[in-house]
C-alpha cells in the first residue's frame, strides 16, 4: 500500500495495488509519511475501505488520543462479542467519541 494522505499520526490514506483507496489506522502508520511512501503493513490495526471520502475527512479533525481510544473499545468488544465493526460502525464511535470529549470541553 502507497500513502496518499495524512489524517493523524495513527490514520491516513493509502491506496492498494488495484488504486482502491484505504484508510488505515495504527500506531505511528502516517507518521512522517510522503505522498507514495509505502506503508508498512505490520502497523495497520484496522483499515476501512474509502468508499465516500468526505464520511472519513473528519478523522483528520480527531485528536490522537480519539483514535486510539476507538481502536481500543473496538478490540475489546470485538474479542468479548466476538463481532466485527464494520467501516460505519468504526467511524460512528470514533465521531461519538469526539462529540462526548468536545462536549466535556464546553461545559
Do not use: P
Request: hydrophobic content about 35%.
Amino acid at each position: 500500500m502507497k500513502f496518499v494522505r495524512n489524517y493523524n499520526n495513527n490514520a491516513a490514506l493509502v491506496v492498494d495495488d488495484h488504486h482502491v483507496e484505504w484508510v488505515v489506522v495504527g500506531k505511528g502508520i502516517g507518521f512522517g509519511k510522503k505522498t507514495g511512501d509505502l506503508v508498512d503493513a505490520s502497523k495497520i490495526t484496522q483499515r476501512f475501505k474509502s468508499e465516500n471520502t468526505a464520511n472519513i475527512d473528519n478523522l483528520g479533525e480527531y485528536d490522537k488520543s480519539i483514535i486510539d481510544v476507538t481502536s481500543d473499545i473496538v478490540n475489546d468488544v470485538e474479542s468479548f462479542l466476538k463481532v466485527k465493526f464494520n467501516d460505519y460502525q468504526y467511524l460512528i464511535l470514533a465521531d461519538h467519541i469526539n462529540c462526548l470529549r468536545t462536549s466535556k470541553r464546553t461545559h
